[in-house]
């Protein structure tokens, strides 16, 4: 879960909101499913679904912010 305070320490500058506003949502959802999973006993079947679903969201996030990143820098137009 550091990853994210190091993206957004390192380029917090260079990232547009709507970027940091994604990478806080994944933050969070990581916290969430972290305090899940340490919870005593094993997670019910809505516990299950709630974890897959922030696991595919965070999925997401991460894919389409590094897309961006990706365009902004010009990787791959050679």
Known sequence: ????????????DRLPKKSKDSLFRAQGLLRS?????GAAGDPGPDDKARLARS???V????????????????????
């Open 55 to 57: 696991c595919q969201e």
């Open 33 to 37: 499913m972290h305090q899940l999973l």
């Open 1 to 12: 879960m550091n990853h994210n305070g190091y993206l957004s320490g390192r380029w917090g």
């Open 59 to 78: 999925s997401e996030i991460l894919s389409l912010e590094q897309g961006l990143a990706t365009k902004a820098a010009g990787v791959g137009n050679g």
